[in-house]
Structure formats: structure tokens, C-alpha cells
């Protein structure tokens, strides 16, 4: 018995990556279009049985239905949650008709078809139910040999009933699961017309026309010449950023070209002092120059050279044409008087 049971786990194992291989590489089918895969005998299960794996031989075969208008990620996660409440589930989706929709919830933006294709493509859902009926009813579980409802937990008040799940709630069928919040058709419905000024010019940018936007005339001129407006501010505030950027990079370029001729700068001053400063280059060559002109005019004495016998060696005798400086002869004859005493003083001399 123990080996039945294992060689039955080991093919289960094998035939749910098939099968969900095949999900994820094509659409989900339509209910209509296909036969219930479950051969075995569809018992009742507990939710107990449901989380331990059993019955070995069938998947667990979970239900989900709603609107599904603006498919979005709220919807995603309900039934990412909806698929993974069991170790092996079988995901069928109910998609309530357009009819039936406008009757009890309202108007949509997608249509009963765009709706049910957004499904078939949503990589949890393994079945697609067409035209879901609003309220189970017992022949519809048994026909689609359902085993759980998963929906959110709150009440949902329609058709006359306080909760159109209270009787799933009752049989034990029912599995919750959590809604996102933040995210949800009437919120996206809420966006779109809080901001429709800005969708219809986006659209009217886009190509479409005032008649199929179900624009007025002059709304439509409004829009375009906005449109106008937010073109002639992009491009004023793509030269501002443009300007800023070139009068960034004109500062870089003077800051290093300061930079450079502040290094020139002190290059030039270091040079100058080194050759003219108080110790600079220019100054001993000066003086070498300069020792050198003195030496050159100046008078040589002879080595040889002895003073006189007989005179004071600080005195040298003058020639007799000198004349005295400080006494200058007053007349001719004085001068003549001097020159015949001059004579005579050499003679008495030889």
C-alpha cells in the first residue's frame, strides 16, 4: 500500500509540471471548450485534506469569479493567492457577462471578451468559465466539479442578498484570501476622471479625434492650444537646463584656467625674485662686473718702488710747474718773481 502510494506521488509529480508547462506557454482554456480532466471520483474534500496534498490522484479543484474590468495587480494577487492555498490546485476563473454585469455592479470599460482574454493570459488561471453565473448555485458546482470558493472574506451585499457567498460560507467550501489595497477598478475609473483634462489631451496629442473622445469644439481648442503651451515650456525649460549646463561648463573651464595662470603666476614671480632679488643672480653678477671695472681703472703700484732719502715719506716733492692751488700768483711779475726763485733754488741744489 505504502509503495501504491509513493509510485502515485512520483507520477503526480511528474504530470503537474506538464501541465502547468502548458499554462505557461499558451492560454489558459475555456470551460466550454474542454471536458472536466478530473476521471476520478469527485469526493468531498475537507480544507484539511485539501492542505495535506489528498486525494493523490486529482488536484484540488478551486473556484474564483468576478468582473475582472481593467485587469490589474489586485486581481493578479487574488488569484496568485487563489492558486496557491493548496499543495496541488486546478484554478478555474468565472467571468461574469457583460449583461449581468451592467445589471448588478454597472457599466464597464472592457467588454465581456476583452475581459475574458485578459484571464486566459494570467499565468495562475487554469480554466476560464464564460458568462459566470452571479449567484452559485448547487448544479453549477457539480458541473464543474468544484471543490472551494476562494474570494475575500467581506460580505458582498448583491442581488438582493447580504452576502452572495454566505451559503459557500455555510457548506464549508469557502477559502478566503486578502484584497490588495491601494489598488482597484474604481480607483483607476476615479484617476481618469479626476484628471480628465489631461487624458483627453493626451489622447487628442495622440492621434485621436474630438468625435471620439466625445470632445465639444471649443474644448477641443482649449485642449490643443494647452497642448501648445506645455510644448513651448518644455522647450523653454530644455534651453534653461541646456544654458545651465553650458554655464556650468564655461565656470569649470575658468576655474582651471585660473588655476593654470595662478601656477604660471607664481612661476613667473619665483624666477624674478631668483634673478632679481635681494640674493638673486642678477646682483652677484653686477657685482662681479663691477669689481671687475674698479680693478681695471685703478692705478698699479711697483713692486720695486722705495721712498726717498732724506724727505718725509709722507710728503713727495712737487714738480716745480705746479703751481699752489690755494695761493695763485696775482700778477705777471709776481709769476715771473717765481719762476727766477725757482731757478735759483735749482742751482743751489747741483
Same mark, same amino acid.
Given at each position: 500500500?505504502?509503495?501504491?502510494?509513493?509510485?502515485?506521488?512520483?507520477?503526480?509529480?511528474?504530470?503537474? &509540471?506538464?501541465?502547468?508547462?502548458?499554462?505557461?506557454? +499558451?492560454? +489558459? &482554456?475555456?470551460?466550454?471548450?474542454?471536458?472536466?480532466?478530473?476521471?476520478?471520483?469527485?469526493?468531498?474534500?475537507?480544507? +484539511?485534506?485539501?492542505?495535506?496534498?489528498?486525494?493523490?490522484?486529482?488536484?484540488?479543484?478551486?473556484?474564483?469569479?468576478?468582473?475582472?474590468?481593467?485587469?490589474?495587480?489586485?486581481?493578479?494577487?487574488? *488569484?496568485?493567492?487563489?492558486?496557491?492555498?493548496? /499543495?496541488?490546485?486546478?484554478?478555474?476563473?468565472?467571468?461574469?457577462?457583460?449583461?449581468?454585469?451592467?445589471?448588478?455592479?454597472?457599466?464597464?470599460?472592457?467588454?465581456?471578451?476583452?475581459?475574458?482574454?485578459?484571464?486566459?493570459?494570467?499565468?495562475?488561471?487554469?480554466?476560464?468559465?464564460?458568462?459566470?453565473?452571479?449567484?452559485?448555485?448547487?448544479?453549477?458546482?457539480?458541473?464543474?466539479?468544484?471543490?472551494?470558493?476562494?474570494?475575500?472574506?467581506? /460580505?458582498?451585499?448583491?442581488?438582493?442578498?447580504?452576502?452572495?457567498?454566505?451559503?459557500?460560507?455555510?457548506?464549508?467550501?469557502?477559502?478566503?484570501?486578502?484584497?490588495?489595497?491601494?489598488?482597484?477598478?474604481?480607483?483607476?475609473?476615479?484617476?481618469?476622471?479626476?484628471?480628465?483634462?489631461?487624458?483627453?489631451?493626451?489622447?487628442?496629442?495622440?492621434?485621436?479625434?474630438?468625435?471620439?473622445?466625445?470632445?465639444?469644439?471649443?474644448?477641443?481648442?482649449?485642449?490643443?492650444?494647452?497642448?501648445?503651451?506645455?510644448?513651448?515650456?518644455?522647450?523653454?525649460?530644455?534651453?534653461?537646463?541646456?544654458?545651465?549646463?553650458?554655464?556650468?561648463?564655461?565656470?569649470?573651464?575658468?576655474?582651471?584656467?585660473?588655476?593654470?595662470?595662478?601656477?604660471?603666476? @607664481?612661476?613667473?614671480?619665483?624666477?624674478? *625674485?631668483? *634673478?632679481?632679488?635681494?640674493?638673486?643672480?642678477?646682483?652677484?653678477?653686477?657685482?662681479?662686473?663691477?669689481?671687475?671695472?674698479?680693478?681695471?681703472?685703478?692705478?698699479?703700484?711697483? /713692486?720695486?718702488?722705495?721712498?726717498? @732719502?732724506?724727505?718725509?715719506?709722507?710728503?713727495?716733492?712737487? /714738480? &716745480?710747474?705746479?703751481?699752489?692751488?690755494?695761493?695763485?700768483?696775482?700778477? &705777471?711779475?709776481?709769476?715771473?718773481?717765481? *719762476?727766477?726763485?725757482?731757478?735759483?733754488?735749482?742751482?743751489?741744489?747741483?
Amino acid at each position: 500500500m505504502v509503495g501504491s502510494q509513493k509510485h502515485d506521488t512520483e507520477e503526480e509529480a511528474q504530470e503537474t &509540471p506538464r501541465f502547468r508547462q502548458k499554462t505557461l506557454t +499558451a492560454p +489558459a &482554456p475555456f470551460a466550454d471548450e474542454t471536458s472536466c480532466q478530473c476521471q476520478a471520483p469527485h469526493e468531498k474534500l475537507t480544507i +484539511a485534506q485539501a492542505r495535506l496534498g489528498t486525494p493523490v490522484d486529482r488536484p484540488v479543484r478551486v473556484y474564483a469569479d468576478g468582473i475582472f474590468d481593467l485587469f490589474h495587480s489586485g486581481h493578479a494577487r487574488a *488569484l496568485m493567492q487563489a492558486k496557491t492555498l493548496f /499543495p496541488n490546485s486546478y484554478l478555474l476563473v468565472g467571468v461574469c457577462s457583460d449583461d449581468l454585469t451592467h445589471k448588478f455592479k454597472g457599466f464597464t470599460v472592457m467588454n465581456e471578451t476583452e475581459r475574458y482574454e485578459a484571464l486566459r493570459h494570467c499565468r495562475y488561471v487554469d480554466e476560464v468559465i464564460r458568462d459566470a453565473p452571479w449567484t452559485l448555485t448547487p448544479e453549477f458546482l457539480e458541473k464543474h466539479k468544484i471543490d472551494f470558493v476562494a474570494h475575500d472574506d467581506i /460580505p458582498y451585499s448583491s442581488a438582493g442578498s447580504d452576502d452572495v457567498y454566505k451559503h459557500i460560507k455555510e457548506a464549508g467550501m469557502f477559502v478566503p484570501t486578502q484584497r490588495t489595497e491601494g489598488i482597484s477598478t474604481s480607483d483607476i475609473i476615479t484617476r481618469i476622471v479626476r484628471d480628465y483634462d489631461v487624458y483627453a489631451r493626451r489622447n487628442l496629442q495622440r492621434g485621436y479625434t474630438a468625435k471620439e473622445l466625445n470632445v465639444s469644439f471649443i474644448n477641443e481648442k482649449k485642449y490643443r492650444f494647452q497642448n501648445q503651451v506645455d510644448k513651448m515650456k518644455e522647450k523653454v525649460k530644455n534651453v534653461e537646463e541646456k544654458s545651465k549646463e553650458f554655464v556650468y561648463k564655461v565656470e569649470e573651464k575658468s576655474h582651471d584656467l585660473i588655476q593654470k595662470w595662478e601656477e604660471k603666476s @607664481r612661476e613667473f614671480i619665483g624666477n624674478f *625674485l631668483e *634673478l632679481f632679488g635681494p640674493d638673486g643672480a642678477w646682483k652677484q653678477m653686477f657685482q662681479e662686473r663691477s669689481g671687475r671695472m674698479l680693478q681695471a681703472f685703478s692705478p698699479r703700484q711697483s /713692486p720695486n718702488s722705495s721712498p726717498t @732719502r732724506g724727505r718725509s715719506p709722507s710728503r713727495s716733492p712737487s /714738480p &716745480p710747474w705746479v703751481f699752489n692751488k690755494a695761493s695763485p700768483p696775482s700778477s &705777471p711779475k709776481a709769476a715771473s718773481a717765481s *719762476l727766477s726763485s725757482m731757478s735759483e733754488g735749482d742751482e743751489d741744489e747741483k
